[in-house]
């Protein structure tokens, strides 16, 4: 009985705290956010084209709400449930690449 309600508390925490964020206003997944450095890059090629371009839509469309300080209507906005990780998986795995590497150089 108690975990589940910890479970519970800590899922609303969850939606609580991406609601309040503001990224989904604008249609943005929690992965459009992250900072470009060279692992995310390398994530991002190796994503199927069509995943880059409904990003890339995604950024555009943000970029466009802000300018015009505006954002979606509330039915078009990012939901908790919808918002899946589509890029953190390939970085994490990038990170490991490069670490391995620097590894494999150091000792060699």
């Not at 992250?34 to 555009?60: K, S, T």
């Not at 589509?86 to 620097?102: D, G």
């Amino acid at each position: 009985m108690a975990l589940r309600t910890t479970a519970v508390l800590c899922n609303s925490l969850s939606k609580w705290a991406y609601n309040l964020s503001g990224f989904n206003k604008y249609g943005l997944h929690r992965d459009d956010c992250l900072y470009e450095n060279e692992d995310v890059q390398e994530a991002l090629r190796r994503l199927p084209g069509h995943v880059v371009d409904e990003r890339n839509f995604r950024m555009i469309r943000a970029i466009q709400l802000s300018l015009q300080k505006s954002i979606l209507p509330k039915e078009e906005w990012t939901k908790f449930e919808e918002d899946k990780l589509y890029l953190t998986p390939i970085v994490e795995q990038v990170k490991k690449e490069r670490k391995e590497r620097e590894e494999w150089e150091k000792e060699y």
